[in-house]
């Protein structure tokens, strides 16, 4: 179900939600190609790759789905299926990798394929999810998507190589927007774009500032969550992969650039090598230094950038609205879980800084 079904329901005259209509299509549709076209696979193995490609929240192929319905309402969900399943797995295939460098047990409370089957067959699994995708969708969608997917990639291995934990935290904090958008936004850009193309139409103005608000947002609702999760765990027994692979996020990244009191216990943990031990001390000085405040501010101006862009520029009507409160309320609130509440309060905080200034 989408994240604002109930809500939308009143806007749709009490009719089934479109979103909850071609979600539900697109899971039944992406199944049913998995199990078609991939009939040599062991019935193991196929199984836990179904329960995994068909888990996700769709935030991608369906914010596809929406810009096609605000560019041309009329067009129907069946010739959409094929494309946006095609950039759904491509995407799944991605996390399939992801997970099993972070060493992740389960994804969308599913268990990750190299937990069941093995790091061998999970490798094996991801590349055949990423060429199903692939092949079965037309020869302009699969170039922008093939391309999509190498930037992806290339951002991942800059993320992750050996020569990035000998860099500064200046160097690395510059840097940082430029990173999060080649290792997670390059798709969510292509999705907007994709939207359009299959409506056959051109994208609506600002598609790639939109793309990267959302995307860079989406991000650091991400290591939001899992900072927030980590600060919060009083048993102090929880390590996410990112503490413990040294992920240079953004919260982490702002936590190093203070320079007084025990931080320097944080640099230096920081330019480990990735597996060593992690010491009692580095939560507390995490706790400090609490970069949650700043992120989640950082949170809502990538939102309230985003939509001004959807107000100034994309085609008005229910479809917008819709995509607009999935967007920057729904999807963002199922990254963040609870740590939602750090960035209503941040929104909190603007607004009276605002009111105190005189400013609308």
């Given at each position: 179900m989408s994240s604002l079904s109930t809500a939308q329901r009143g806007v749709w005259?009490?009719?089934?939600?479109?979103?909850?209509?071609f979600q539900e299509r697109l899971r039944a549709y992406i199944d049913a190609v998995v199990v078609e076209r991939c009939s040599r696979v062991s019935e193991e193995l196929l199984s836990a790759i179904r329960r995994q490609v068909v888990s996700g929240k769709l935030?991608?192929?369906?914010?596809?789905?929406?810009?096609?319905r605000m560019l041309c309402p009329e067009i129907p969900v069946d010739?959409?299926?094929?494309?946006?399943a095609a950039l759904e797995l491509v995407h799944?295939?991605?996390l399939i990798h992801d997970d099993l460098i972070d060493g992740a047990k389960q994804r969308n409370g599913v268990a990750c394929i190299h937990v069941e089957r093995g790091m061998r067959a999970a490798v094996l699994a991801a590349n055949l999810v990423h060429d199903l995708g692939i092949s079965m969708c037309a020869a302009e969608v699969s170039a922008g998507l093939s391309a999509a997917a190498?930037?992806?990639?290339q951002g991942q291995l800059a993320d992750v190589s050996e020569g990035r934990s000998m860099r500064s935290n200046e160097e690395l904090l510059a840097e940082f927007e430029e990173t999060a958008w080649a290792k997670s936004g390059v798709l969510g850009g292509f999705a907007l774009q994709l939207g359009a193309l299959v409506a056959h139409e051109d994208s609506p103005p600002h598609c790639?500032?939109?793309?990267r608000c959302l995307g860079l947002a989406y991000q650091l609702c991400d290591d939001l969550e899992e900072f927030d999760r980590w600060l919060t765990d009083e048993a102090g027994r929880w390590n996410p992969p990112d503490i413990v692979n040294r992920t240079r996020t953004y919260p982490a990244l702002l936590v190093g650039e203070h320079r007084e009191g025990?931080?320097?216990?944080?640099q230096h943990y920081m330019t480990q090598p990735a597996g060593s031990d992690i010491s009692p001390e580095l939560r507390q000085v995490a706790r400090e230094y609490d970069p949650r405040a700043d992120v989640a501010g950082k949170i809502c101006s990538l939102l309230d950038s985003a939509s001004s862009i959807l107000d100034s520029y994309w085609p008005p009507g229910a479809y917008r609205g819709l995509f607009a409160r999935l967007a920057l309320h729904g999807w963002p609130r199922q990254y963040l879980g609870s740590a939602w509440g750090l960035v209503t309060r941040a929104r909190n905080q603007q607004a009276g800084h605002r009111d105190s200034e005189g400013l609308p």
């Open positions: 005259g009490g009719h089934v939600n479109p979103v909850d209509d935030v991608r192929p369906t914010a596809s789905f929406l810009v096609a010739p959409l299926l094929a494309p946006l799944r295939s991605t190498l930037e992806l990639t790639a500032d939109l793309a025990r931080t320097d216990i944080w």
